[in-house]
């Protein structure tokens, strides 16, 4: 079976990001894969700094996420669109995320693992503006994107209370890219 790792790049506690990682975390569940659903905020760290990392190694909340990215398969994340541009939040988790220890290699934990790329927006685009960038940015930490990626624009009345899809457009988009994703795998 494979694990998969679903997150969002949001702390918020209303985040229709998180709402939308859950959404894609149910659909990968159901088609039979291991899921784990993380909160970033769960994960809090300084911003990244040289310095504390020499002097102090990597924050222990930061070895854990990296534990979880590398005891996965592949990954699916969803992230808000600051201003066009991937959010410092995972931006932080993941440049930490990325420090070798040891002997081991820069990126260690997601060299070479697929990733599935998604992001809502209560505005009219989705979070469209953040997809090539977060393709640019994923790549360049090792990750092999899937092809493809899924948006939600208006996103604050795209779900019903138990937090599905009530649009089928935006469900079967989003189920088509989980699909991707665990197809990559085979």
Not at 154 to 183: C, H, I, M, P, Q
């Amino acid at each position: 079976m494979k694990k998969i790792l679903v997150f969002a790049g949001s702390s918020r506690k209303e985040s229709v990001n998180k709402r939308l990682a859950a959404a894609a975390a149910e659909l990968a569940r159901a088609s039979g894969a291991e899921v784990t659903l993380l909160d970033l905020a769960d994960y809090p760290a300084p911003v990244y700094d040289g310095d504390i990392e020499e002097n102090e190694g990597l924050p222990a909340t930061m070895k854990e996420f990296k534990a979880q990215c590398a005891s996965h398969d592949a990954f699916i994340i969803v992230s808000p669109e600051y201003n066009g541009c991937v959010p410092p939040l995972l931006v932080n988790v993941l440049s930490w995320a990325s420090r070798p220890e040891g002997d081991e290699a820069s990126c260690a934990a997601f060299k070479g693992k697929r990733v599935a790329i998604a992001a809502a927006s209560p505005g009219g685009l989705g979070g469209v503006r953040v997809i090539p960038r977060l393709r640019d940015f994923l790549a360049e930490l090792s990750f092999e994107v899937v092809s493809g990626f899924a948006t939600l624009p208006g996103a604050y009345k795209a779900f019903d209370d138990r937090g599905g899809l009530v649009n089928e457009t935006s469900s079967k988009v989003l189920g088509d890219l989980v699909d991707r994703l665990l197809a990559s795998l085979d």
